[in-house]
């Protein structure tokens, strides 16, 4: 693989040989190459301006995300205080969006967290020690590999029916065989680079040639790669909890809201595409986002 | 090539085992006893070692993986709790309706896409090439189940011009596509099935494109004095192995991530049956409908493999 010069101590290098008059740090660089770059600037933005406003929802909502009205049912946009009208309950959908995003930015991110960690560790593992540990464990991720992701994460949450934390646990192991791939590419790439032979000579034991050598060199690949699945993430979720598995009524939940609303479709057409907005540019933004930070950090995957 | 022909399946067989296996254990992750949806609740404790060993669950499980393996090999997936029926035929009546889906959507991806990704890697960093850039990074990052729901409100409910739902009066059995009132029904779903593939045929081309445009016998069919349309023909046809198994790959992935869009259509393929096995819990159809789409997914990969390797023999020691 010819991608090594792809990796940050290369790059930190390669920068460093460079005949300009300050010399910057990788990290120095990747901010640098950020702050110039507007579109991240603004998509970073607007994931943080969602992420505000689902953690600060209860001073936001106009109204109690649970509270039913018989009068005031199925209303469309900009019915009295209502400005994205109201459901088959009568409840307010605005308020319902913005408590909505806690449990879908919850359930986008969560899952590709915990991936991050165990199947991260497991690929670093894989690619640092080769052999039979690299078989077993890098045979078993094919396997998950072999399902398209909707339907390994239908057919687990399926099985193990619905509810949050079931969906979440199935989005978990969704993520983890795609992480460890990355991680054990980028692990094996690192490992027989002359830094590592050299610090191995000098006696370094093989949890501080990780945490130094290999940790500094593959973290980078495995964040962007986990960044650009927090928007597969959402979507998944979303999808799962409109299928019924995941979130359960009368939670509020992205997703849920979409399927809820598709039963009055006839009667209230434009409210019922609105959680769908929301879904879509929380989706794009992260995804842009992590556009933008694999450029600036220079990853190539 | 024979030889990398049975090397590659040497390897698919293995996963081809352990995706039965992970499909045998879905039963064993779901809550609750399989048995207890069969028997009455006031049942002696007699009866029930009976219906265990009537179901063979008496023995150890991987024993039960043997037997269950045996059957579905045979192609007997056992009967759907909720209709009674053989869940085999079940699936295959479901899978033809999902396999039309699919390929047309494939199709009109690839038409579009192609065409969006040339023009795009022919002119990197243009304004052109940004917009390009930008639908495929909506193509990727939009629920389509949502744009399903967008265009069922666009032209079944406010200008009334396509069916919301299903595949027409005539039903699945006698569907002809050929027909126009047979193929209002399908608009809809394949356009929704198709703006994922779309995004990512997208982006391939455009990559492979310009990665065609910099080598080197491009320059000498300039310098030999070659029209741009007849450099164009030789740019695409390097470009085009790439693009094609991208398109292949996803035409694996929409057979077993239709299920959303064919919830939304109630279009009766395999995804509306496995929703349908979820919401009644029908544990043997989820499991057969599954592995059966798992399958087809490994098979769609292995083809795809040995087609690019065929095509481009460098591949083979990778």
Redesign the interface.
């Known amino acids: 693989m010819t991608d090594i010069t792809a990796t940050p101590a290369q790059a930190h290098a390669v920068d460093q040989a460079a005949p300009v008059v300050r010399v910057r740090s990788y990290w120095q660089t990747v901010g640098y190459r950020l702050r110039y770059d507007y579109m991240t600037l603004f998509f970073g933005s607007v994931v943080i301006l969602i992420i505000l406003s689902a953690i600060f929802a209860p001073l936001l909502a106009p109204m109690d995300p649970y509270e039913s009205s018989l009068i005031n049912r199925l209303k469309p946009m900009g019915y009295k205080d209502f400005l994205f009208g109201t459901d088959k309950l009568g409840r307010d959908i605005l308020s319902r969006l913005l408590y909505g995003g806690r449990i879908s930015l919850a359930m986008g991110i969560m899952p590709v967290l915990i991936a991050t960690i165990v199947g991260g560790s497991l690929g670093v593992l894989a690619g640092f020690l080769g052999g039979k540990t690299n078989m077993a464990i890098m045979?078993?991720v094919?396997?998950?590999y072999?399902?398209?992701?909707?339907?390994l994460a239908?057919?687990?949450s399926?099985?193990?029916?619905g509810g949050i934390f079931n969906g979440m646990a199935s989005l978990t192991l969704v993520f983890i065989p795609p992480l460890c791939r990355v991680a054990e590419t980028a692990t094996s790439q690192v490992r027989n680079l002359d830094f590592v032979e050299a610090a191995r000579a000098t006696g370094a034991g093989t949890l501080s040639i990780i945490r130094v050598h290999i940790l500094g060199n593959v973290l980078g690949p495995i964040l962007i790669y986990s960044s650009s699945l927090v928007?597969v993430s959402i979507?998944l979720a979303?999808?799962l909890s409109?299928?019924?598995?995941g979130v359960t009524p009368p939670e509020p939940d992205w997703g849920l809201m979409?399927n809820t609303l598709?039963g009055a479709?006839?009667i209230n057409?434009?409210v019922?595409?609105i959680p769908?907005?929301a879904?879509?540019i929380t989706?794009?933004c992260f995804?842009?986002v992590s556009?933008g930070l694999r450029s600036a950090m220079d990853v190539r995957m | 090539m024979t030889a990398y022909i049975i090397r590659r399946l040497f390897y698919a067989i293995?996963?081809?085992f352990?995706?039965s296996?992970?499909?045998f254990a879905?039963?064993y992750?779901?809550?609750g006893d399989p048995l207890q949806t069969i028997l009455p609740e006031d049942a002696s404790e007699e009866t029930i070692l009976m219906v265990k060993k009537a179901y063979g669950f008496d023995k150890p499980i991987p024993v039960q993986y043997f037997i269950w393996l045996g059957k579905v090999l045979t192609g007997d997936f056992g009967l759907s709790i909720a209709t009674g029926r053989p869940v085999t035929d079940e699936i295959f009546k479901a899978l033809g309706n999902t396999i039309l889906l699919a390929a047309g959507a494939v199709l009109v991806a690839f038409t579009l896409a192609f065409t969006l990704g040339t023009v795009a890697g022919y002119r990197i960093g243009s304004a052109l090439d940004r917009a390009v850039t930008g639908i495929a990074?909506?193509g990727?990052?939009?629920?389509n189940?949502?744009l399903g729901?967008?265009l069922?409100?666009i032209f079944a409910?406010?200008l009334n011009v396509l069916p919301?739902t299903g595949m027409g009066p005539r039903g699945s059995d006698s569907f002809d596509i050929l027909v126009w009132n047979d193929f209002r029904h399908v608009i809809m779903p394949i356009i929704t099935l198709s703006l994922i593939p779309i995004g990512i045929i997208t982006r391939t081309t455009r990559s492979a494109v310009a990665e065609v445009l910099n080598q080197d016998f491009v320059e000498t069919l300039r310098a030999k004095g070659l029209l741009e349309t007849e450099i164009l023909i030789h740019v695409i046809k390097n470009a085009l192995p790439q693009v094609l198994a991208v398109m292949g790959l996803q035409f694996?992935?929409l057979?077993?991530?239709s299920?959303?869009v064919e919830?939304?259509f109630t279009w009766p393929g395999s995804g509306f049956l496995?929703?349908k096995?979820?919401?009644t819990?029908d544990?043997p159809v989820?499991q057969g409908t599954?592995l059966v789409?798992?399958i087809i997914?490994?098979a769609t990969?292995l083809v795809i493999d040995l087609l690019q390797t065929a095509v481009d023999p460098r591949l083979k020691r990778s």
């Open positions: 045979r078993t094919d396997v998950f072999a399902f398209p992701s909707i339907l239908v057919a687990i399926g099985a193990l029916g928007s979507l979303s999808g409109f299928l019924g598995l979409l598709r479709i006839y057409p434009m019922c595409a769908g907005v879904i879509l989706s794009v995804n842009l556009d | 293995p996963i081809a352990g995706v296996i992970v499909c879905l039963v992750i779901a809550p990074v909506i990727v990052s939009v629920p189940y949502w729901i967008v069922v409100i409910v406010e919301a694996g992935y057979m077993g991530g299920i959303l919830t939304i496995l929703n096995a979820i919401l819990r544990l989820l599954i789409l798992a997914f490994v990969n």
